[in-house]
């Protein structure tokens, strides 16, 4: 979504008298959407007066078109500033200007990352021309239309303010290959950048390649589960952005610390659903076995072990090979100390204390693990822990950790946030804790999220509209374990009863790759066959122990299935309210399955007609 775009002659007004900020605050307002910097308001003052001062030295032509503010699909991301135009040869070019007010940063010994004074602190962050290429390598590879369109892309920074007596700082020899990618420009470089303008745009495009980028054909959207054995092969399948880029140097960093030092560290990635933790740990994983290291990917979940397998079996790799990359978190009960150079154990808030079919194995697997490797690595979110048994948290790390003597590192320059499923909407995440009761937040209903969200009354109408997503065979149908697997006994048997005789299995039965297999688009997942995995589309249903009563949202445990294990044991603990965090919890990981889309039915009326009231608020 482009929120600014005007002529250069227009945009120039708007900067000379003073109104472009003002401007931005009221598309913004009227998008339905909030910046959520305060300091943005004197950014766009500042930034684009500058930008506006290089395009009259450049002689941009007035009638050629920009964008301000562009929000880049299917990510949380904004680009700062697009020109289009025609280059040489009626070429249809589009530069990117990534701004930054900074006067000054320290160089770091992190690939592509620079310590700045963002938001009232100095903190690790992607050096602002990596920030420029990645954006412009995102578009590509998400717009269909864009490629087609063979649009020529010309990323740069423009840090308008940065002291000349810096300069060695942010542009030298460590950061020259991304500097040469996306050139970067200070504050007496003005010339220089406005004759970078001038090379691409030289005369107006009428907004023809803004309009390709903003209304473009979106390619089929990637899941992690379809290009893991490409990027196990070395391939660059997702473009690390901000802070998973500053997650995933910080770990590299820190490996090679342990490699050169010997000591063993412990290393926590926080972040919620969406936020590219299992991206991070599968790219992760590919470099360092590229580097002869012994490194594995661990998961107490099942589910995604086989998808992966599956993908990778396909795209013909040695199978052996991949299944010593990929173990189950029960794997190092009788592992000796550093066996492995890292482990990263991804959906670690799902780690059980002990291991084997009847948890009698093992101490603690969070101690396994740490023990077993030189370097662990936990990717965490404690807000998708959905079983009783689920046993990882922080402060289990952090005295695992301790007692082994491993180096704990943790904190803001490992914690993720930008947002990458759910068309990429903070908002929307925010949005379900409100909805489903787990916290009073700022985002009451859907209001300016362009993502596709929609209640049922009908679940067989539901099934009909998911349908007609499912070109791709990206869509799927999920449920709360409210429905007892009566088919594992039958074959013939329908698990799944609803009203206006809607009927469905379990898709547990007869695979372990439902998620990407051909054929199971008629079959319902549970959160233990799609926690980890993602879809174009989802659509969840609700059974019976989310309820709407008396105003408010509430749980009844009593309405899940016998056969779910979720809340096994619960009879012996005298606090039940465990039980309630597990189910909005769980509904909460379903809902955020989807990265276009979700669709609800929900068996209780009262809550379906709270859904439908709370969007029907907007």
Not at 97 to 106: H, N
Request: charged share 25%; net charge negative; aromatic share 10%.
């Amino acid at each position: 979504m482009i929120i600014y775009k005007n002529t250069v002659h227009e945009f120039r007004k708007d900067a000379i008298y003073g109104e472009i900020a003002d401007k931005l605050e009221e598309l913004f307002i009227l998008n339905h959407l909030s910046h959520d910097n305060p300091r943005e308001h004197a950014a766009w003052i500042n930034s684009l007066s500058a930008v506006s001062d290089v395009l009259e030295i450049a002689k941009t032509p007035d009638d050629v078109t920009l964008s301000i503010e562009y929000m880049i699909p299917l990510t949380s991301k904004r680009i700062d500033f697009l020109i289009s135009g025609f280059g040489d040869e009626e070429k249809e070019n589009v530069v990117i200007i990534e701004l930054k007010q900074w006067s000054d940063c320290d160089q770091t010994s992190k690939n592509d990352l620079v310590l700045a004074f963002v938001a009232g602190a100095k903190r690790l962050v992607a050096h602002p021309s990596y920030q420029a290429l990645s954006y412009a390598e995102t578009i590509e590879n998400f717009n269909e239309t864009v490629r087609k369109d063979n649009l020529g892309f010309y990323p740069c920074a423009f840090c308008h303010n940065f002291l000349e007596g810096n300069r060695d700082h942010i542009d030298n020899e460590f950061y020259k290959d991304v500097i040469k990618e996306a050139p970067l420009f200070l504050a007496k470089d003005r010339e220089k950048l406005a004759s970078f303008v001038a090379r691409y745009i030289k005369k107006a495009d009428q907004g023809k390649a803004l309009m390709s980028i903003e209304y473009g054909r979106l390619k089929p959207s990637r899941a992690l589960q379809d290009v893991v054995g490409s990027i196990l092969k070395g391939n660059p399948e997702f473009v690390l952005l901000d802070d998973q880029k500053v997650s995933y140097e910080n770990i590299l960093s820190l490996v090679a610390d342990s490699i050169k030092d010997g000591k063993k560290r412990t290393i926590v990635i926080q972040g919620g659903p969406g936020t590219g933790k299992s991206v991070i740990a599968i790219n992760l994983l590919a470099h360092l076995t590229k580097k002869g290291l012994n490194a594995s990917y661990v998961s107490k979940n099942a589910a995604p072990r086989n998808v992966y397998f599956e993908v990778m079996r396909r795209g013909k790799l040695h199978l052996a090979y991949v299944k010593n990359l990929f173990k189950g978190s029960g794997a190092f009960v009788d592992a000796k100390s550093n066996e492995f150079d890292v482990l990263l154990a991804d959906e670690a808030h799902r780690l059980n204390e002990k291991s084997g079919m009847f948890r009698n194995q093992g101490v603690n697997q969070i101690k396994e693990i740490i023990n077993a490797s030189l370097v662990s690595v936990f990717f965490l979110d404690e807000e998708q822990k959905v079983t009783l048994q689920d046993f990882g948290s922080f402060e289990e790390i952090k005295k695992q950790s301790r007692e082994l003597g491993s180096v704990l590192y943790s904190g803001e320059d490992y914690t993720l946030s930008s947002q990458f499923r759910c068309n990429g909407s903070d908002a929307y995440i925010a949005f379900l804790d409100n909805l489903l009761g787990i916290r009073k937040t700022a985002n009451p209903n859907l209001e300016g999220l362009n993502f596709d969200f929609q209640v049922f009354d009908d679940p067989k109408v539901m099934k009909a509209a998911l349908k007609a997503k499912n070109a791709d065979n990206k869509t799927r149908m999920v449920a709360g374990y409210c429905y007892d697997w009566v088919s594992r006994y039958d074959p013939s048997a329908m698990d799944i009863k609803l009203e206006n005789n809607f009927q469905a299995q379990w898709n547990f039965n007869n695979t372990n790759t439902w998620a990407i297999d051909e054929n199971s688009f008629d079959q319902v997942g549970c959160i233990h066959t799609c926690q980890g995995l993602e879809f174009d589309y989802v659509g969840v249903v609700i059974g019976n122990d989310l309820r709407y009563e008396n105003g408010e949202v509430i749980t009844d445990y009593k309405g899940r299935s016998k056969d779910d294990h979720s809340l096994f044991g619960l009879g012996k603990l005298k606090d039940k309210s465990i039980a309630d965090k597990i189910i909005r919890d769980t509904y909460k990981v379903l809902l955020t399955r989807g990265q276009k889309g979700c669709y609800v039915y929900c068996e209780d009326k009262n809550l379906r007609e709270y859904f439908k009231e709370t969007l029907e608020s907007l």
